[in-house]
T-cell receptor, first 113, second 112 residues
């Protein structure tokens, strides 16, 4: 089983719908991240969390919210999806400070019509 | 904010040829990370560079960080179809390795 699991892997929805992408990890890491990937734009950070009580906005947090339900779970929500939120979304975890290595899930492809 | 520019954006090479991908930062790098992504999949960590002039190798992939710590190169020797994918550099601009900023990626195709 994967260390970082994202659900759903693919989702097609309509403008205005609420969508939740879920991430769970078995690595025991405190740090968790949500990135989105768009062609030609690389990966951009949406939100990150260093523990259950610590949530931080990344560079493109507008239109998104997150919930850290437990050390192992970090969910990303789109309250009212819009077409320009169509992208590939990645959850990642990181170990203790100083290592810098991120462990990525396999991605959730979201299409907003 | 720190910006990373990768070049080229895409690359098609014949199997067996060598290639180089570059990553240039707008600010001094505290750490530079190289990742590989197979199309539509997650990213796999390749290697990390922290010291100016540092060079690391893994199988046929070598990465270097320049002395000024603002540019890194990734070199693949004798490319194989398994090297195909998207290569992304990520930077730690804070010195705490708390979050990474990524470049736009280089898409590599290896033809037979």
């Amino acid at each position: 089983d994967a260390d970082v699991t994202q659900t759903p892997r693919n989702r097609i929805t309509k403008t205005g719908k609420r969508i939740m992408l879920e991430c769970s990890q078995t690595k025991g890491h405190d740090r968790m991240y949500w990135y989105r990937q768009d062609p030609g734009l690389g990966l951009r950070l949406i939100y990150y969390s260093f523990d259950v009580k610590d949530i931080n906005k990344g560079e493109i947090s507008d239109g998104y919210s997150v919930s850290r339900q437990a050390q192992a779970k970090f969910s990303l929500s789109l309250e009212s999806a819009i077409p320009n939120q169509t992208a590939l979304y990645f959850c990642a975890t990181a170990g203790p400070s100083g290592t810098g290595e991120l462990f990525f899930g396999e991605g959730s492809r979201l299409t907003v019509l | 904010s720190q910006e990373l520019e990768q070049s080229p954006q895409s690359l098609i090479v014949q199997e067996g040829k060598n290639l180089t991908i570059n990553c240039t930062s707008s600010k001094t790098l505290y750490g530079l990370y190289w990742y590989k992504q197979k199309y539509g999949e997650g990213l796999i960590f390749l290697m990390m560079l922290q010291k100016g002039g540092e060079e690391k190798s893994h199988e046929k992939i070598t990465a270097k960080l320049d002395e000024k710590k603002q540019q890194s190169s990734l070199h693949i020797t004798a490319s194989q179809p398994s090297h195909a994918g998207i290569y992304l550099c990520g930077a730690d601009g804070t010195g705490t390795a708390s979050k990474l900023t990524f470049g736009t990626g280089t898409r590599l195709q290896v033809t037979l």
